[in-house]
């Protein structure tokens, strides 16, 4: 039989408290922090994997800000597209009434005033921003995308603000100026949206101004609308420059190619309003999916990250027992030495 020396038992003692001092200040910390592993060593598996769930759940977090901030820029856009309807549509009307031969010069000169107050409006709607950024500036968010003069000509603008792409109006823009403007202008912007779906969100400048009709071809609304504003300037003149048959071509512009030009104009706006409508769709559709996939990523994660409070507090309460019985038994124990017998 092994001899069992009081130094052995003391050991032993001391080894069996400082595990239960382990314990005891492990369950401390898991109450304290509300989570059950504390270090990867602890279990290293399960660590990973909630680190990975937690890294999923912040990139999720950043899927739905992106989400939210297009679904404002598309509400914004949605709106734009709402005013510029309602001002090609009245342009249209205004058309529609200079086309009546019983009008006089002086009505047709206020209805050309108006399609160039109405010109003026639609540059301010084109020039509409979200968030410090211009609307339908493509990657050009920074600076105004169009501009127009006194006489209602309206044109893409560059960083400096210079006109180009009417021929009614100088072309002030040139070399790297007039080249950056015009790519931006027609570049899409694009957001991630949940992991690897990226998508394109927004409506450029050249969307709206620049299309082709399947039977009237190649139409830009800048220089329509100079058109018309010149043809009604022809049909207004009361000085004589103007022949009577310039007059009548005027007029059977305004009748003929620019009215179905302003249809196909009016139809191009609510095709890409239907396009944002969409999108606006998808976002939403998005963003009940994301929000799906983070409660439930978040569950998993509490329920293998979080500790059970009742639990723990009753072990912690069992653990404190435990160590106050081995105290009190090694007092008992450990007490008798050789000094007691002298």
């Excluded at 995308?145 to 000509?153: C, M, R, W």
């Excluded at 500790?307 to 653990?319: C, G, L, P, R």
């Amino acid at each position: 039989m092994q001899r069992i020396t009081n130094s052995m038992m003391t050991s032993k003692f001391l080894s069996n408290m400082k595990r239960n001092l382990n314990n005891m200040s492990t369950l401390q910390n898991q109450l304290a922090s509300g989570k059950e592993i504390l270090r990867t060593s602890q279990n290293p598996f399960a660590a990973t994997r909630n680190k990975q769930l937690a890294n999923q759940i912040s990139d999720n977090e950043q899927y739905n800000a992106n989400i939210k901030d297009t679904s404002n820029w598309l509400d914004t856009t949605d709106t734009a597209l709402a005013q510029a309807g309602n001002v090609m549509a009245r342009i249209k009307e205004l058309m529609v009434k200079a086309g009546n031969g019983a009008y006089s010069e002086d009505e047709i000169a206020t209805i050309k005033n108006e399609v160039v107050e109405k010109s003026k409006e639609l540059a301010q709607i084109m020039n509409t921003t979200f968030d410090g950024a211009y609307i339908f500036g493509g990657t050009k968010g920074t600076s105004k995308p169009v501009t127009v003069d006194s006489n209602g000509n309206l044109a893409y603008a560059d960083k400096n603000g210079n006109g180009f792409g009417n021929p009614a109006i100088p072309d002030v823009s040139t070399g790297n100026d007039k080249t950056n403007a015009e790519s931006q202008l027609s570049t899409s912007l694009k957001t991630e949206i949940s992991q690897g779906v990226v998508v394109e969100y927004n409506k450029t400048a050249t969307d709206i101004f620049e299309f082709t009709d399947t039977k009237l071809g190649d139409i830009n609304v800048m220089n329509e609308i100079s058109t018309l504003i010149n043809n009604l300037g022809k049909m207004s003149d009361k000085t004589g420059a103007t022949t009577d048959a310039e007059k009548e071509a005027a007029l059977n512009y305004v009748n003929g190619e620019g009215l179905s030009k302003m249809d196909s104009i009016v139809q191009n706006l609510l095709a890409n309003r239907a396009q944002v409508g969409t999108m606006q769709n998808r976002m939403e559709s998005a963003m009940e999916t994301n929000e799906d996939q983070n409660y439930n990523m978040t569950d998993i994660l509490s329920s293998s990250e979080d500790i059970d409070f009742t639990e723990k507090t009753m072990e912690y309460a069992v653990m404190q027992t435990v160590y106050t019985a081995s105290l009190q038994t090694s007092s008992k124990v450990l007490m008798n030495t050789i000094m007691d017998y002298i």
